[in-house]
């Protein structure tokens, strides 16, 4: 541990040192007064002889230490490398612990990753959602010469597409199979298709996508309507087959988080740039995408019939309509013995000890000190 100061021209408060010291000495405590019997023996004409002297000297020194003390907290005083630099390990929630018993043993410190890294011998966390930011957040927290130490389960959910990239080689333990989740089944979507006067044979193609979601002994959450009629307010996935701007309903609908498909002669408006969603069998977009407040607005770039669009009476359709709709979360689950960190990353910058709240809780007692030294009956009183 090294000390240093953040602000040393807050050390120019010490030039107020020589305030009390000047007061002490100008204003001695009140003298006390003697009676004398008889004053003939004095001298009439006595030689003046004045002695520096300075009155309580306890409060004085009080005095000085409490404006040392504010001094030294306006130089801001901290402490480097005050961390803890013990041997660090860290377990994933679901891994087993019964690897760490050695390292309990050794005195490193045994913490859960987890949020706020709260120590082993506590409850148990629930499983982190993102592990892999934790690691990092872990890895910035602690000294660059301080070893790690990471206990995972043999297979880690929430990761990213790459593995992490630390700032030191940390040691990585693959533990046991963590409790398996349960997957809920993907639900089939519900369309809702709205639709002009002579767009009726477009809607058939929806119809038989969501027919393909849907179990043979269910029916299909399939509603269909002309444009005249509002869209329900539980829906999710809407169809827009007519030419012209799009009602202000159903735009404010869009924008509160609902999902549209409109045709090529729709006009609705897209925040930023769109991008493709949808491509042909020769890598021409046949659909875009783009954000409108919360929600999301799909714009078919071609007229919706299979001669522009063949990809309407082929089997895939129904899948790339779902894709399209609802896209799937991107991989998120990996082997943890193929998701070892790599190294390579800048060391982090530790921030230093602030002493400041220690310095504050100080001067608070040397003035309570000094209060009762001032203000005391019993004062010392100059003879």
């Known amino acids: 541990m090294s000390p240093a100061l953040l602000l040393p021209a807050g050390l120019a408060a010490l030039l107020a040192l020589a305030i009390p010291v000047v007061i002490h000495i100008a204003r001695r405590t009140e003298a006390r007064t003697v009676d004398f019997a008889a004053l003939r023996w004095l001298d009439a004409a006595p030689k003046p002889h004045r002695s520096l002297t300075i009155d309580e000297r306890l409060l004085l020194a009080a005095r000085l230490i409490l404006l040392t003390l504010i001094a030294l907290w306006l130089a801001a005083p901290v402490l480097w490398n005050a961390t803890d630099d013990r041997p ?27 949020p706020d890294f709260p120590e082993h011998g506590a409850l148990a966390p629930e499983t982190s959602e993102d592990p ?27 990761v990213d597409a790459e593995r992490p990239r ?51 002994d269910a ?19 809407l169809i827009w087959l ?6 202000a309903p159903v735009e404010r609908w869009v924008r509160d988080g609902g999902v549209i498909l409109t045709s090529l002669e729709a006009r609705i408006p897209v925040e930023g740039e769109t991008v493709p969603v949808w491509r042909g069998t020769a890598g021409e977009p046949l659909a875009v995408a783009g954000r409108l407040g919360r929600g999301r607005v799909i714009r078919l770039t071609r007229d919706l019939e299979p ?11 129904p899948d790339a309509l779902a894709a399209m709709l609802d896209p799937p979360a991107a991989p998120a689950r990996v082997a943890a013995a193929d998701h070892a960190p790599l190294t390579g990353a800048a060391p982090y910058d530790q921030p230093p000890l602030d002493l400041r709240p220690w310095l504050a809780l100080l001067i608070a007692l040397v ?16 003879p």
Do not use: C, K
């Open 88 to 114: 660090m390990v860290a377990v994933l929630p679901g891994a087993d612990a019964a690897t760490v018993s050695a390292a309990i043993e050794r005195g490193d410190r045994v913490v859960w990753l987890a």
């Open 132 to 158: 892999i930011s934790l690691i990092r957040q872990l890895d910035a927290e602690l000294p660059a010469d301080t070893p790690v130490e990471l206990v995972v389960p043999a297979t880690l959910d929430g």
């Open 166 to 216: 630390l700032s030191r080689r940390v040691e990585w333990t693959v533990g046991a199979e963590g409790p398996a989740r349960r997957v809920a089944a993907p639900r089939a979507l519900a369309l809702t298709v709205r639709h002009a006067p002579g767009a009726e044979s477009a809607v058939r193609y929806f119809r038989a996508a969501a027919a393909s979601w849907t179990p043979a």
């Open 219 to 237: 029916e299909p959450a399939f509603d269909v309507a002309a444009t005249d009629r509002g869209v329900p307010g539980n829906a999710r996935h």
């Open 242 to 247: 007519a030419s012209g701007p799009v009602p």
């Open 307 to 317: 001669a522009t669009i063949p990809q309407l009476v082929e089997p895939t359709f």
């Open 367 to 382: 003035f309570a000190a000094e209060r009762y030294l001032a203000t005391r009956r019993q004062r010392a009183v100059a």
